[in-house]
C-alpha cells in the first residue's frame, strides 16, 4: 500500500513538474497580449479620424427629441448622416448620459472604466477559488477578443452600456449556482439576472433568441421557464412602453428600420458579418440573393449546421445514458442532468447564448464585444493548450489583420474565428479528459 501511494505521489509530482512551464508559457503569453490591445487601440486612433459617429449621433437624437423634432429623420440631427437606431423610450433613458456633452467629449476614457467594470463583473464558473490569473485572463479576452471592444471604443457605440448590462446579469444567473443550501436566494438573483438579460435583448431586437439558453440553466423545469418568462417580459417592455407612450416615434423608428425614409441610411440594411448576410452573398455567387426564401432557407441550414446542430448533438450526448437507462423521456432526462451537473450546466448555458448570439441576423463587428464576453466566461476552464489556442484565434489573429489591413474569408474575419472559437470550446467541453478533470476538482488551465 504504501509503495502505491508513493508511485502516486510521484506521478503527481512529475504533473505538476510539468505543467509549471505550461503555466510559464501561457503566463508570458497573457502578458504579450495584455500589451497588445493599447497597441491595436493606438494604431486605430492614429489612422481614422471617424471615432466616436456612434456616440455622437446617439446623443443628437437625444438633444433633438429634447427639442421637438423627430429624431429617426437625419436630417433633424446635427452634425451626421447616420440614423438613430434604438426604441424610442430610451431617447430620454438615454438624457441623463448626454446632457452636458460630457459622455461625447471623453467617451474614450468613461468607455475604457466601463469595460474594466465588465471584467470584474463577468462570473466564474468553477466551485473553486479563482486566483489573480483568471482574472487576468477574462480581462484580456473581454476587451481583446475578436477586436469587439476595439470597435466600441471607435466609434462609440453603446454595445458598450448593452455589454455592462450583459456582464451583469451573468454574474447574476451563474454565481447564485455555486452557493448550495441557499437555493430561494439563488434563485431571486438569477430572476434578477434574467430581467437584466431580457433588457440587454431589447436594445437590440435580433439577440431575443439568446433568452433561449435560460432553459438550460440547472434549475426546476418550472423555474427555468419563469426565468424565461421574466426575460420576455422585460424584452417586450421597452417594446410596449414605446408603442403606448411613443406612437408617432415608434412608426417613424419602423420607418427609419426599414428603410422607408427616402434619402438616409437606414440601419437595417447594412452590410454586416452575420450568417444572414453571408447566407445572401452565397445567394449572390448564383444569383439568387434577390429570392428571400432562398436566403432565409440557407441562413436557417447555415446556422444549425455550424452552431445549432453541434450544440443539440452535445447536449444529447449528455443525457442520452440517463434517458436509456432510466426509461424517460429526453426532455425529463435533460431535466435530471442539469440539476445532477449543475456546473457543466452553466457551462451549456453559456456556449448557447454564445451560439445563439452568433446566430442573429444582424451582427455588426461592435457587437462582437458581447460575444467576448460569453466567451470570456469560457475560456478559464480550457488546458492551458487550448487556452492560448484560442487566444491566438480570437485575438493575435484579428489582431495582425486589423494592422495590415488585409480582410479574409470575404469580409467575415471576426465571425470566423468567434465561430472557430465556439467549436474548440464546445470540443473541450464534450471531451472526456475534461469532464475527467472537473469532476477531480482540477483546474483545467492549470494543468
Not at 474594466?116 to 466564474?124: A, M, S
Amino acid at each position: 500500500m504504501t509503495s502505491v501511494a508513493s508511485s502516486a505521489d510521484a506521478g503527481e509530482g512529475r504533473s505538476l513538474a510539468a505543467a509549471a512551464p505550461r503555466r510559464s508559457r501561457l503566463s508570458r503569453f497573457l502578458l504579450i497580449l495584455a500589451v497588445l490591445l493599447p497597441t491595436a487601440v493606438a494604431v486605430d486612433l492614429s489612422v481614422n479620424n471617424t471615432f466616436g459617429s456612434d456616440v455622437r449621433v446617439n446623443c443628437a437624437a437625444v438633444e433633438a427629441h429634447r427639442e421637438g423634432r423627430d429624431p429617426y429623420f437625419v436630417k433633424n440631427l446635427k452634425g451626421t448622416d447616420l440614423s438613430y437606431p434604438y426604441l424610442p423610450v430610451t431617447l430620454d433613458a438615454f438624457r441623463p448620459l448626454c446632457a452636458g456633452g460630457f459622455l461625447v467629449a471623453h467617451y474614450k476614457a468613461i468607455y475604457l472604466v466601463l469595460g474594466l467594470i465588465c471584467v470584474l463583473l463577468l462570473p466564474g464558473l468553477g466551485r473553486g477559488r479563482e486566483g489573480l490569473r483568471d482574472v487576468v485572463l477574462r480581462g484580456v479576452f473581454a476587451l481583446g477578443g475578436f477586436l469587439g471592444f476595439e470597435w466600441v471604443l471607435a466609434s462609440g457605440n453603446f454595445a458598450m452600456l448593452s455589454g455592462l448590462l450583459t456582464a451583469a446579469s451573468l454574474a447574476l444567473l451563474l454565481r447564485p449556482a455555486q452557493s448550495e443550501g441557499r437555493e430561494d436566494a439563488s434563485f431571486v438573483s438569477q430572476l434578477a439576472g434574467a430581467a437584466l438579460l431580457g433588457l440587454v435583448t431589447s436594445f437590440k431586437l435580433v439577440f431575443v433568441p439568446v433568452l433561449a439558453a435560460l432553459y438550460l440553466l440547472p434549475q426546476p423545469r418550472r423555474r427555468r421557464l419563469v426565468l424565461i418568462a421574466v426575460a420576455a417580459g422585460m424584452f417586450a417592455l421597452p417594446i410596449l412602453v414605446s408603442v403606448v407612450f411613443y406612437p408617432e416615434l415608434s412608426s417613424s423608428w419602423l420607418s427609419a428600420i426599414f428603410g422607408q425614409i427616402p434619402g438616409q441610411h437606414s440601419p437595417g440594411s447594412e452590410d454586416n458579418p452575420s450568417l444572414l448576410f453571408l447566407a445572401q452573398t452565397l445567394a449572390d455567387r448564383v444569383s439568387l440573393a434577390g429570392s428571400k426564401p432562398v436566403v432565409a432557407v440557407l441562413y436557417g441550414l447555415i446556422a444549425v449546421a455550424l452552431l445549432l446542430a453541434p450544440l443539440a448533438i452535445f447536449v444529447w450526448r449528455m443525457v442520452r445514458a440517463r434517458a436509456s437507462s432510466a426509461k424517460t423521456s429526453p426532455l425529463g432526462a435533460l431535466d435530471d442532468w442539469l440539476m445532477d451537473h449543475p456546473d457543466a450546466a452553466m457551462r451549456i448555458t453559456v456556449l448557447a447564448m454564445y451560439a445563439l448570439y452568433l446566430c442573429a441576423p444582424r451582427l455588426k463587428v461592435y457587437a462582437f464585444f458581447e460575444a467576448a464576453l460569453y466567451a470570456a466566461v469560457l475560456i478559464v476552464d480550457l488546458p492551458a493548450v487550448m487556452v492560448a489556442i484560442v487566444l491566438t484565434i480570437a485575438i493575435a489573429i484579428p489582431f495582425v489583420v486589423a494592422v495590415s489591413g488585409i480582410a479574409f474569408v470575404d469580409g467575415f474575419d471576426l465571425l470566423t474565428v468567434a465561430i472557430v472559437c465556439f467549436w474548440i470550446m464546445l470540443w473541450a467541453q464534450s471531451a472526456p479528459s475534461a469532464l475527467m478533470v472537473r469532476a477531480a476538482g482540477v483546474e483545467p488551465a492549470q494543468r
